[in-house]
């Protein structure tokens, strides 16, 4: 048994336009290019499974994405354009709490040498680069296992002599 007809989409010609010529564009990204193409299909009458077998995607993939460009075609183009109805919306989540200056801080301390900073070793671990993270004040509370996350993060562009010794267990 079928299931529910999934909404018509009845693109302007400004829109149709619009999607054509991301479509084409070589400097677009794949994920925005696809869910252009899944719009056009939906313009062109096409059901979700149609267009899912077409484009290889999963069905659901195509619901999500027509569901989306119907709740925003409302939104003047001027307001909404059209990549920035194709785009991602903000994920759930925790927000973050290093601030930009704070990881260029850390990165400024991924290019120290530990004896630099008065500390009896010749390699940072991960407690030693959290303690001095906090001890400097650049994060007041940091657990070793961020830390090193972070610092091997920073180090990605700095010396290659390893001044990280990985202590967990």
């Known amino acids: 048994?079928?299931?529910?007809?999934?909404?018509?989409?009845?693109?302007?010609?400004?829109?149709?336009?619009?999607?054509?010529?991301?479509?084409?564009?070589?400097?677009?990204?794949?994920?925005?290019?696809?869910?252009?193409?899944?719009v056009l299909a939906a313009d062109g009458g096409k059901n979700n499974t149609q267009i899912a077998r077409d484009l290889d995607i999963d069905v659901q993939t195509v619901r999500r994405w027509r569901d989306r460009w119907s709740l925003l075609q409302p939104i003047t183009l001027e307001d909404l354009s059209i990549q920035g109805r194709?785009?991602?919306?903000?994920?759930?989540?925790?927000?973050?709490?290093i601030t930009a200056?704070?990881?260029?801080?850390?990165?400024?301390?991924?290019?120290?040498?530990?004896?630099?900073?008065?500390?009896?070793?010749?390699?940072w671990t991960g407690r030693e680069i959290a303690d001095e993270i906090m001890?400097?004040?650049?994060?007041?509370?940091?657990s070793a296992r961020h830390a090193?996350?972070?610092?091997?993060?920073?180090?990605?562009?700095?010396?290659?002599?390893a001044l990280l010794v990985d202590s967990s267990p």
């Open 148 to 161: 090193r996350r972070l610092f091997k993060r920073g180090r990605s562009q700095t010396p290659s002599s």
């Open 101 to 123: 200056d704070q990881r260029c801080q850390i990165e400024a301390l991924a290019c120290e040498d530990p004896e630099d900073s008065k500390r009896p070793i010749s390699h």
């Open 1 to 38: 048994m079928p299931g529910p007809k999934p909404p018509v989409l009845n693109l302007t010609d400004e829109e149709r336009q619009g999607l054509e010529r991301l479509t084409k564009r070589h400097s677009a990204p794949q994920q925005i290019v696809l869910r252009a193409r899944i």
């Open 86 to 97: 194709l785009e991602d919306l903000p994920r759930p989540g925790a927000p973050l709490r």
């Open 135 to 142: 001890k400097r004040g650049i994060i007041d509370q940091i």
